[in-house]
């Protein structure tokens, strides 16, 4: 059990987290067709653009209600109207996903009533599915936007209807912020492995993979189809992943009535293993012939790994859900975490990271911290780099942003295949900074030798 | 808005040094400057961002941005101004506000603290306090806040009041110059100080460019004081009032500093760049006349001109064997203000082909110069949707495009090469090196192998043919 701690200092200094809406704008990404839009000025857009455009390497369409002083003084409903248009006229988009900043929350305006009157007086809108989320910066981070806007996106587009017909095959998943192209693709097949299908909610597989399109698509262009959010009251089970969408999963069974499962993590021997259970009850059939081989890969590399995790010092700061995820990882495999910072106080879990205490705070306290625990590794997100070189120490680089790397979509930590994955980079990462031995590594074989015990001790040496 | 801040936006909207400006008529200039935004169809950043971008390479100094976290919490350490020493500027401050603070508006008590925390903990030499929209629109006082603090604190605590939403990452540019002009120019006095000195306004050191041109003025001995604000010390720009001549580099963007320390210190200015072999040169050439302006004996032109001469002929011996290699090659080239005539004059120097070029933030009088340089077929454009440059991209209009990231995706989807010549790029393309680095650039991203297998349909959808 650890000690939750809250910072008490009035300046956040390297902050551990993204905002709020940028969070609910990346779940948007995973809807087909999508434009997601700030009711901001442009800067809260632009801010938020950049650091996704750094992550994903892809254009990103995200888009601003433009919002300037006066606007924001008399009410931004004819902003928004204005955006939602221009949005429809330029882009076309099938979907589009409102967020709310800071900026208009603190005027406190009915945001949700607007865009009600908006969408129901304007012809052109009839076709597009607009979604809105209060996500103002001043509460939460990027969990928390992605699990309102995913909370939103269910609200408005999944009909409340508990006797649809089942289709025993399909299983609906709604994955949280931190699951990557890689981690969606690795669980589709998994899933699939028993018979199943996948209905995937919002799925950025489809649309943040990088892929090269005949065409120029100004909306995403691939993820979860509008059309597709109707049919989930069919399937036989829903699963979530991360404390941060039980609202949205529990919304979900709520409205149609199919049972759901709740994992905190999907990374590790112990969570896959309950999730093929899951998926075995599910289908009525046992794990493959490869799974069966993919969990004995894991078991080997468990093996092959353990000795670069052992009492080794780790450092981690993350959202809630992913340091809980990680910390439990490590800790698993025989390290000790020794520092834990959590972005926000978002998770309930946080008092159950296998670590003295966990601090919500930002990456200056996670430097301080990892310096006076002696940590020998640090894994956070890219913002971890200037910590890394004043400490002199590796950083293993998660979550969101990781500006500074290629492929941060497709990197998999989930299912037998992904925790595998994510020893062997562990433990390549120790294995790269083994040094040669030296006589002086072994200073203490001995204990020193004292001169008053020794007749024969030569005279001090200088 | 605060009155003060009206004021202030209006002064800058007047500035008599700036061109567009004086191209205007009486009433127009009224209007301002800013146009108004079309929602769902803006793009760019806010003028918290421009102030942010003016500043940040102040690089001993604390930058404390006061208001909800995505204001700094999205966009911190993203840009590559280089620093020869200090670090602290790389490092994001935030006041971080919650509900609480804006409900119970604690947030200038929460700034105040916050001055305090990082003056006791860094020591530095200043804070500048960034204002944002929310603690403006609930009436958080940072000018107070900071005097204030100044005060009991005895470190100087900047205000920028360029909160985003009163307009354009350009307006927050001058915003800046205007912060600088009112509390940091002037007042220190430097701790070294001869008839040589010499300040660059508007260069940030991206990537470390200034350190391609720093060592040609080194060589004439003249020496550079301050760089506004491009690897600068707070104390460098605190005392930049006793140089004896001012460089502009980044077209408008501080003119207002340049024309103000005209006016109160006497410091006269040009516009230069340091883009393309040609301007570099005009740039020293110049230097060197106004510092002889100024009582500097006159060897100095000689000495000059013949580092001049010496230089541009290393440039091309370093250039030409690129230069058979990019001849007639046809560049799109998107970008705004003065590095568009700047660069176009440099791919023109390489025998390389100008498809079109955007001025969509060129004065008038760039324009006539990229006219003057392109000759009669100017192919100038204001913009180009993504989806008509996607379009002429595809269709093989260019051998290549030069752009900002913004646009990176459209070439790189046409399976176009690509070139970043914006603020996030990672090459330095500044002075005579900075040439050879572009062309070098260009030459590797133009020459690579991928174009051609990318452009390459897979090979199993043609129709089968037998085994064996």
Known sequence: MAEVLHSRKSCAVNPLKSSTPLGAALAYLGMAGSVPLFHGSQGCTSFALVSAVRHFKEAIPLQTTAMDEVATILGGAGNLEEALLNLQKRMKPRFIGIASTALVETRGEDIAGEVRTIVARREELRDTAVVYASTPDYEGALEEGWSKAVTAIIASLVPEDKTSQTDRRQVNVLPGVHQTAGDIEELQALVESFGLFAVVVPDVSGSLDGTVPDQYQPTTAGGTQVEQLADLGRAAHTIAIGQHMRRPAELLRDRTGVPTTIFQTLTGLGPTDALVTLLTQISGRPASLRLRRQRSQLLDAMLDGHFHFGARRVAIAADPDLLCSLAGFFAGMGAEVVTAIAATAGSPLLAEVPADRVMIGDLQDFEDAAKAADAELLVTHAHGRQAAERLHLPLMRVGFPIFDRLGAMHRCMLGYRGTRELIFEVANIALSGLHSHTPEDFADALPPIEETSHAYAPAQRH | ?468
């Open chain 2, 1 to 468: 808005m605060s009155q003060s801040l009206q004021a202030k936006i209006a002064d800058v909207f007047q500035e008599p040094g700036c061109e567009k400006n004086a191209a205007k008529d009486e009433k127009t200039r009224k209007k301002g400057c800013s146009k108004p935004l079309t929602p769902g169809a803006a793009a760019g950043g806010c003028a918290f961002d421009g102030a942010k971008i003016a500043l940040q390479p102040i690089t001993d100094v604390v930058h404390l941005v006061h208001g909800p976290l995505a204001c700094e919490g999205n966009g911190w350490d993203n840009r590559h101004a280089a620093s020869s020493g200090p670090t602290l500027y790389r490092t994001g401050f935030t006041t971080d506000l919650a509900e609480m603070d804006i409900v119970m508006g604690s947030g200038e008590k929460r700034l105040y603290k916050a001055i305090r925390e990082v003056i006791a903990r860094y020591a530095p030499p200043a804070v500048f306090v960034y204002a944002t929209c929310v603690p403006s629109l609930i009436g958080d006082d940072i000018e107070a806040v900071c005097r204030h603090a100044s005060e009991k604190l005895g470190t100087p605590c900047i205000p920028v009041n360029a909160p985003g939403f009163v307009g354009s990452k350009s307006l927050g540019n001058k915003l800046a110059g205007e912060t600088l002009l009112d509390h940091v120019i002037g007042t220190m006095e430097p701790e070294v100080s001869t008839p040589t000195d010499i300040n660059i306004l508007g260069e940030y050191n991206l990537s470390g460019e200034l350190w391609q041109v720093k060592p040609l003025f080194e060589r004439l001995g003249i020496r550079l004081h301050a760089c506004i604000t491009g690897d600068a010390r707070y104390r460098e720009v605190a005392s930049a009032h006793r140089s004896q001549v001012n460089m502009m580099v980044c077209s408008a963007a501080l003119i207002n500093i340049a024309r103000k320390m005209q006016e109160r210190y006497g410091i006269p200015y040009f516009e230069g760049s340091f883009y393309g072999i040609e301007d570099t040169s005009v740039a020293l050439r110049t230097v060197a006349r106004m510092l002889v302006e100024r009582g500097v004996p006159t060897d100095l032109l000689e000495r000059t001109e013949a580092l001049i001469a010496g230089e541009e002929a290393r440039c091309w011996a370093r250039i030409q064997p690129y230069r058979a290699r990019l001849k007639g090659k046809r560049v799109l080239l998107y970008t705004g203000g003065v590095k568009s005539w700047s660069i176009v004059s440099a791919l023109q120097e390489m025998g390389m082909e100008i498809v079109s070029t955007s001025v969509r933030k060129s004065t008038a009088e760039d324009k006539d110069r990229i006219k003057e340089i392109m000759g009669g077929d100017a192919h100038m454009v204001d913009s180009i949707p993504p989806r008509e440059m996607y379009a002429q991209l595809r269709r093989g209009d260019a051998d290549i495009m030069l752009s900002g990231g913004r646009s990176q995706f459209v070439a790189l989807k046409a399976k176009v090469p690509w070139l970043d010549i914006n603020q996030e790029r990672h090459m330095a393309y500044g002075g005579y090196d900075g040439m050879v680095s572009l062309v070098r650039e260009l030459d590797r991203a133009i020459a690579n192998p991928v174009w051609q297998q990318v452009r390459q349909a897979a090979p199993w959808d043609a129709p089968l043919a037998a085994v064996g």
